[in-house]
């Protein structure tokens, strides 16, 4: 079992900058890969920007160039960095640990972007 702890989402104004923290219970390394992803209300949960165990980062095209997904293996977290926020960025934020076949969620961070 993977227990995940996000942290770090609040209330924004635009233009404003967030971090979000996910500990995980195991080390990170040991994951397939780990991302963010978000749900809007009334939308779908959507991948926000993943890493793999190797290092390789993608991101939603949404968020390319505001964002940065990162991590420290020796503390077993990932981060979001937030940049340039926009009202469109609101969301709930959950963090995602994946290795096949299994799938772990975190409780969710919210983020809110508003003036």
């Known amino acids: 079992q993977v227990r995940l702890v996000e942290s770090g989402g609040g209330l924004v104004q635009p233009g404003g900058s967030l971090r979000l923290s996910c500990v995980a219970s195991v080390h990170i390394l040991s994951a397939n890969s780990m991302g963010w992803h978000r749900q809007a209300p009334g939308k779908q949960r959507e991948l926000v920007a993943g890493?793999?165990?190797?290092?390789?980062?993608n991101y939603a095209d949404s968020v390319k160039g505001r964002f940065t997904i990162s991590r420290d293996n020796a503390k077993n977290t990932v981060y979001l960095q937030m940049d340039s926020l926009k009202p469109q960025d609101t969301a709930v934020y959950y963090c995602?640990?994946?290795?096949?076949?299994?799938?772990?969620w975190g409780q969710g961070t919210q983020v809110t972007v508003s003036s």
């Open positions: 995602n640990y994946w290795s096949s076949p299994y799938n772990y």
């Open positions: 890493i793999t165990s190797r290092g390789v980062t």
